[in-house]
């Protein structure tokens, strides 16, 4: 299952984020991933999640987090959720094309590993195609 959080800067997304990997992290029967471009996110986390900063992995490009979520998991089977707070902002190429392949293959990923995404991105949800917005919460 893929869930995204859109809106405008200043519309609440992260704070619903934050709430919703605090609420995993209490019901979950295996390990919460939260992954952040910058450390935002340090102090509202629960410990019991990990929260990775993808800037400290050169994570940049649709590419490089599509290999990243991929080998956390394979380091990992015990992954029941992952979020990602202001995905736009790591991706390269932010086409509705580009960003629909990314989306869809999680979907795929999350259904052949059992993996829950959870995704916020700053983006007026009216904006996007409806390969995106078929995974707006």
Same mark, same amino acid.
């Given at each position: 299952?893929?869930? !995204? ?11 619903? !984020?934050?709430?919703? =990997?605090?609420?995993? =992290?209490?019901? /979950? ?5 939260? +992954? ?6 340090? #102090?509202? +986390? %629960? &410990?019991? @999640?990990?929260?990775?900063? /993808?800037?400290? #992995? ?14 956390? $998991? /394979?380091?990992? &089977?015990?992954?029941? $959720?992952?979020? +990602?707070?202001?995905? #736009?902002?790591?991706? *390269?190429?932010?086409?509705?094309? /580009?960003?629909?392949?990314?989306? *869809? ?9 059992? =993996?829950?995404?959870?995704?916020? @991105?700053?983006?007026? %949800?009216?904006? =996007?195609? %409806? ?7």
């Amino acid at each position: 299952m893929v869930k !995204l959080i859109m809106g405008l800067k200043g519309s609440g997304k992260t704070k619903k !984020l934050v709430d919703l =990997v605090k609420s995993a =992290v209490a019901e /979950a029967h295996g390990d919460v991933v939260c +992954i952040e471009k910058d450390k935002n996110l340090t #102090y509202d +986390i %629960p &410990y019991t @999640a990990r929260l990775i900063h /993808a800037g400290e #992995y050169g994570i940049n490009s649709n590419t490089l987090l599509r290999g990243f979520i991929s080998g956390l $998991h /394979a380091g990992n &089977y015990d992954i029941t $959720h992952v979020f +990602i707070d202001n995905f #736009y902002k790591m991706l *390269d190429d932010r086409s509705d094309d /580009a960003v629909g392949d990314l989306l *869809d293959w999680m979907e795929d990923f999350s259904k052949r590993e059992n =993996v829950q995404f959870t995704i916020s @991105a700053t983006v007026e %949800p009216n904006s =996007v195609g %409806p390969r995106i917005s078929k995974f707006f919460e």
